[in-house]
């Protein structure tokens, strides 16, 4: 009889430790988001992922060019590179209401980051108004929703990792109560 209990033992494991691995990347899940218009796309990243009302937290931006190939035979192809300098604005609303402005600044390469606090937990919809770009020099304006949580907000993950611990705890105390019962000699 073939013992699947150890394939199945470490499955188990790598289900119930998976959601606690974090892994880095340039931009997180949840805050995040890139949107291009024309030749232009712009990133907006929130570290940590999900900010708390009344904590600070670092919001970035990130600003890229797409440039088309130079021949006919390369035209499906796309370059996509940092800007060398931007000029930027931001418009931040919570419930229709302009919240809060980062005043139009220039700014050297392709990336910026600033720390900020938001003051009320929910929706806020950031306008991302990027200038000297458009058409005629318009500006161009992206636009992304941020969410924002009260300062309970990180519990649900460490609610989330302490029952995947105890469901390993408990899978590793059943399987070894099982082989102690297998090993006791009968009388």
Known sequence: MVNFRFPVAMFSLLLVLSPMIHYAGAHENLNSGDESIGNYEVQVATDPEIPSANQPFKLSFRILNYQSASNLLNSFNTKLSEVDHFRMG??????????????????????????????????????????????????????????????????????????????????????????????????
């Open 90 to 187: 931001v418009r931040i609303y919570y419930n229709n209401e302009l919240v809060s402005t980062i005043p139009v600044q220039d700014f050297k390469g392709g990336e910026w980051s600033t720390s900020y606090i938001f003051h009320e937990s929910g929706n806020h919809i950031m306008f991302v108004d990027l200038y000297d770009v458009g058409p005629g020099g318009q500006p161009l304006t992206f636009i992304y929703n941020i969410s924002v949580l009260d300062v309970f907000g990180p519990l649900f993950q460490y609610i989330i990792s302490a029952g995947g611990i105890a469901c390993f705890v408990l899978l590793v105390w059943v399987i070894i109560t099982n082989k102690k019962k297998k090993e006791k000699p009968k009388a």
